[in-house]
């Protein structure tokens, strides 16, 4: 009778030292031969697509800690500041004053007719959409690829139609930067490239930001992730929008990037849910955090 029980264990220890082993010898069988990488010029749809960046949910209770230089958090709609680092601080802007640029186009109006290119609106780098002398088109698709992609030679361009020359345009942006409260700014060009004198702050740009999102012609722009342009040779190139805000937080709707090498990198972005608008300036951040600096303003605008 006592040898059934240890017939029974030793049976266990068996097949537990069987399996073990197994086990222990599976590493080492061969692996399968790798299918040899076929060659192509196209991209796999994986490739192609843009990432969406995981961005960790937004305490409301806590106000976010940023790394950016200067930052304001407005509400939208009555120009209340929710937060605020450094907002007065004097700086430069780089292509966020491109909204002020925008701004005035579109409150200029004859946005579906078509204006001519000049050989001096070419004069500019580095990010250009290589429009040439002679060629003609319609404004709103010049202001579109603007918001959208950052043109510096198309904001000459739109600057000298409007004004004349870019000295003029610049003068009318002084004079408009006035009237919506910017007393700490100076602009010299259309496009926020350095120059010396030119600067704004965090606080001032939030203004400008302010009357470009009620402006039904710039925030149906604005919020475009991306654009077909079509070139005069009969071309099409499929741009996306510079902001990653925008592409990967469903609840932002806007705004526009900025980058040189004296203002750091800068975001004007807004959101909106649940009836609530809010928008986040962020000036002289750095690259690894100025979009997840912007979406935890933003973020934190909405749900507190």
């Not at 196209?42 to 800690?65: F, G, H, L, M, Q």
Request: hydrophobic share 45%; net charge positive.
């Amino acid at each position: 009778m006592l040898l059934l029980p240890a017939l029974a264990f030793m049976t266990r220890r068996l097949i537990t030292f069987a399996l073990a082993c197994l086990f222990a010898l599976a590493p080492l069988a061969p692996a399968a031969p790798k299918k040899s990488a076929k060659k192509s010029s196209a991209t796999s749809p994986a490739k192609r697509s843009t990432p969406v960046e995981a961005y960790a949910a937004i305490d409301p209770n806590v106000v976010p800690s940023i790394r950016a230089g200067s930052a304001i958090l407005i509400d939208a709609e009555s120009g209340r500041v929710l937060h605020e680092v450094d907002a007065d601080k004097i700086r430069p802007v780089a292509s966020t004053q491109k909204l002020l640029t925008a701004l005035l186009v579109a409150e200029n109006g004859g946005l579906d007719e078509r204006m001519q290119i000049v050989a001096s609106d070419t004069w500019a780098e580095p990010s250009k959409l290589y429009i040439k002398a002679g060629e003609s088109y319609r404004r709103r698709d010049l202001l579109k690829i603007l918001l959208v992609k950052s043109m510096n030679d198309v904001a000459r361009a739109l600057a000298r139609d409007n004004a004349g020359s870019v000295a003029e345009f610049a003068k009318k942006m002084n004079r408009r930067a006035s009237e919506l409260g910017m007393s700490n700014s100076n602009f010299i060009n259309p496009n926020g490239l350095p120059e010396p004198g030119q600067y704004s702050t965090a606080r001032d740009m939030a203004k400008v930001a302010m009357a470009a999102y009620r402006n039904r012609s710039i925030r149906e722009m604005v919020r475009l992730k991306e654009i077909d342009w079509r070139f005069p040779s009969g071309k099409v190139t499929t741009f996306k929008n510079t902001n990653r805000v925008l592409r990967n937080y469903a609840y932002c709707n806007g705004m526009k990037t900025g980058y040189t090498e004296a203002s750091g990198f800068c975001l004007i972005s807004s959101a909106s849910s649940d009836g609530r608008n809010v928008i986040a300036v962020v000036l002289g951040d750095v690259r690894d955090a100025i979009w997840t600096d912007s979406y935890k303003l933003l973020a934190w605008g909405l749900a507190s």
